[in-house]
């Protein structure tokens, strides 16, 4: 260990003793507006080794921001050293319970335990629910202070979980269905009673999850998934999943606390991005210590940066192009820095900062940054960082990239157009690639002669059902026709469901393919899943490799079907993983060894059929640009639109076709507006606005009124008398009849 590293820990322990003292210093110290009176609840965050990624951020986000209350950051020497002596509460991320419990050390465990039983409160997700549970051979250090052990585990989705009357008896939590995030968290499974504790399942797992490998083992449907009560005289409240990684679960986390702590109301807000604010992204692979932990708090509460969290997976993903900076702080385990920004990301990076973006490194970061020789600026220390950010704020913004130029004769694709569609991520890759013109194609355009001025058709995800039933007969006979006359059809998802053979009554399919989908498969849900290419599959898209971990969300699972007379269309790729039922526990059909990927002749015409969602993910793009290369011979340039510097950030979503050639031929090639991709509630404070096209009901006023009265802007296009009619429930929205005037209520 470094000099600096030593007197780093040391600070931990002074901080620590300086909060023993006084009782309440701290970011947000004092009443907050709106104080109940009584003293402010005093937080301890663990965030030494073990305690990990981004919801770690989100705990300091959550806690530091919470009214009444006084969040500390605390590390394992300082536990060690009494500092939950002054705590009221002690929050234990996720990360890894065995990393947790080595950190705190024998004696660190055994203040944790002691503090449980004397009248503290405990609240824990994932690792921090661990941590309590029955030790094993691969996790002897565990405390044993709730009665369960482990049970199957591992994948990462967002799962249905089932909170019970309890939750509502204890913590006030409605009984229901939550969906929650999920990564790699244990399954609680009932074991060796503990001596003065009373802990009680408040919440069960409605759903399974096996995606990632092909060994059956026990479903976690029915387990417990969350547990309360008492140890002593203290009070624990444990998740196995991560309700903090969404603003729209935190009432999980309001009813934690509320039963840690006996208090009855709890609050946080949520503040809102001002125009102009730089959008900085906060690396969060590993786990941060006490002094990174703080300057997060700073970051999050002085409002002078839209700071939001970025690990490896969201790089991988294009989080780059959502933000102007990024900060790669010093902290326990910095050199997880080189698969984040290096190794498969290490050409993100470079990107990023080729279009004027930085990068500001600090301590083993910088060290590990300078390594990799990215180009990344390093820093001193986190003072040094703040002051480069600002320094940054102020220069110039770089002209922003320009749209390649179409080539002479480019290809012509079209897309189906919806309001349930998810086909914006493809529809951007064929607009502004210079090798395509892109046409958005409506149910109507079907039946009208649409498709004889295309040679392409891409038929995207979102509801097969009600996609056939918008084309009517005579549109999907006309599709089906253009594919056997020589047309190339690209399916993803329901646009591959459309190409099989019906399998279900009352819902018809085109039967294109020799297969139809498992029974029943929208049941199933969303998560990654792992698949295996054939080697035709290899061959068909060149690049891809043996395997690919990918988005999977209710698409089919390919099974034989019936012969299709001149057809030859074979399965490209299988998936390797066995189970996914993420949005309830009724049994589905398992997927392992089934299509997940298929192509070839039908008739004179080709299609690919692409039952997962490569395009959810910016590494495996590849994927996607190679099947339409598959049909095509020419594959789209990859071609992306990175924020500019200043740019207002937007949520748009497309409804008609109309709302969609707005988009893609004006919104998103004007430099002065990005369209951030986050669709939860959550993303809306970093927003500066919304543009709804689609009528608006009652729960999206509700959301929008909310987002309007924290200060965001929300422009309703309402270009038809029910539209304006639903846009009467939003107060303060600046209502527009035609797609003319949005750049100008945008400005405004």
């Known amino acids: ?68 209350a006084v969040a500390t950051p605390v590390d394992g020497a300082a536990v060690r050293a009494g500092a939950l002596d002054a705590a009221d509460v002690l929050v234990m991320p996720g990360g890894s319970s065995v990393t947790e419990a080595k950190t705190l050390g024998a004696e660190g465990r055994e203040k944790v335990k002691d503090f449980i039983r004397q009248g503290g409160g405990y609240v824990g997700t994932c690792a921090g629910c661990c941590l309590l549970m029955e030790p094993a051979n691969h996790h002897p250090d565990m405390l044993h202070l709730i009665p369960f052990k482990f049970g199957p585990s591992g994948g990462k989705a967002d799962m249905s979980i089932a909170f019970n009357e309890r939750a509502t008896a204890l913590a006030g939590i409605k009984k229901g269905k939550v969906s929650v995030r999920y990564s790699e968290g244990p399954v609680l499974l009932p074991s060796t009673p503990v001596e003065g504790a009373n802990i009680e399942v408040v919440a069960t797992y409605d759903s399974d999850l096996n995606s990632m490998g092909e060994k059956e083992r026990p479903s976690r449907a029915g387990c417990a998934a969350a547990v309360a009560g008492t140890y002593g005289k203290g009070r624990l409240f444990v998740f196995a999943v991560h309700p903090e990684y969404d603003e729209d679960d935190h009432f999980l986390l309001k009813g934690a606390f509320r039963y840690v702590t006996g208090r009855k109301v709890f609050e946080w807000d949520y503040p809102q991005r001002r125009r102009g604010q730089l959008v900085v992204g906060f690396m969060c692979d590993d786990s941060f210590g006490v002094e990174t932990a703080r300057l997060i708090q700073r970051l999050v509460t002085n409002g002078e940066f839209d700071v939001v969290p970025l690990n490896k997976k969201e790089v991988e993903s294009g989080g780059l192009r959502n933000v102007d900076a990024v900060l790669a702080p010093d902290g326990v385990g910095a050199a997880v820095l080189k698969a984040s920004l290096g190794g498969d990301n290490a050409g993100r990076t470079k990107e990023f900062l080729a279009r004027g973006g930085r990068v500001f490194a600090w301590g083993c970061a910088a060290e590990v940054a300078g390594k990799l020789k990215l180009g990344v600026t390093g820093v001193a220390d986190a003072e040094a960082a703040l002051a480069a950010l600002r320094v940054f704020a102020a220069e110039p913004v770089p002209a922003p990239a320009q749209i390649p130029a179409k080539v002479a004769k480019p290809l012509r694709a079209g897309i189906y157009q919806d309001p349930k569609n998810s086909n914006v991520i493809i529809a951007r890759m064929l607009a502004f690639a210079p090798e395509y013109e892109l046409k958005f194609l409506s149910p109507k355009d079907y039946v009208n002669g649409g498709l004889d001025t295309i040679d392409l058709i891409v038929q995207p995800g979102g509801g097969c059902t009600s996609q056939y039933k918008a084309l009517g007969e005579k549109g999907a006979e006309a599709l ?269």
């Open 1 to 68: 260990m470094t000099s600096r590293r030593i007197f780093l820990k040391g600070v931990g322990i002074f901080a620590a003793a300086l909060v023993s003292l006084a009782g309440c210093v701290g970011p947000g110290s004092g009443q907050a507006p709106g104080s109940t009176g009584e003293r402010p609840l005093r937080v301890a965050v663990f965030v030494d080794k073990g305690a990990r990624n981004c919801g770690v951020f989100r705990w300091l986000e959550i806690t530091t921001r919470m009214k009444d």
């Open 480 to 748: 089906k026709r253009f594919v056997l006359n020589g047309g190339k059809y690209y399916g993803v998802c329901a646009g591959a469901f459309m190409a099989l053979q019906q399998s279900l009554p009352n819902r018809p399919r085109l039967g294109l393919a020799p297969f139809k989908g498992d029974d029943p498969a929208h049941y199933r849900g969303s998560a990654p899943i792992k698949v295996k290419f054939t080697e035709e599959g290899q061959k068909a898209l060149a690049g891809v490799g043996k395997s690919r971990t990918v988005v999977y969300a209710g698409g089919p699972a390919l099974v034989p079907g019936k012969p299709v007379a001149d057809s030859d269309i074979k399965i490209l790729g299988s998936y390797a993983g066995r189970k996914i039922s993420t949005t309830n526990g009724k049994p589905v059909e398992d997927m392992l060894g089934k299509g997940a990927f298929a192509g070839g002749r039908a008739g004179k015409g080709k299609v690919f059929i692409s039952c997962p969602h490569p395009e959810f993910e910016e590494k495996n793009h590849d994927i996607v640009r190679s099947g339409i290369k598959y049909l095509t011979g020419v594959a789209p340039s990859p071609v992306y639109l990175n924020r500019t510097r200043g740019a207002l950030a937007l949520r748009y979503r497309s409804s008609d076709k109309a709302s969609a050639e707005f988009l893609f031929g004006t919104l998103l090639r004007d430099s002065r507006f990005y369209v951030w991709p986050g669709k939860n509630a959550g993303m809306l404070a970093h927003l500066d606005a919304v543009v709804l096209t689609d009528k608006t009901d009652a729960d999206e006023a509700k959301e929008m009124n909310a987002f309007i009265a924290r200060g965001g802007r929300v422009v309703a296009v309402c270009d038809t008398p029910e539209k304006r009619k639903a846009a009467e429930l939003l107060k303060g929205a600046v209502v527009v009849e035609t797609y003319g005037d949005v750049i100008a209520a945008l400005l405004k």
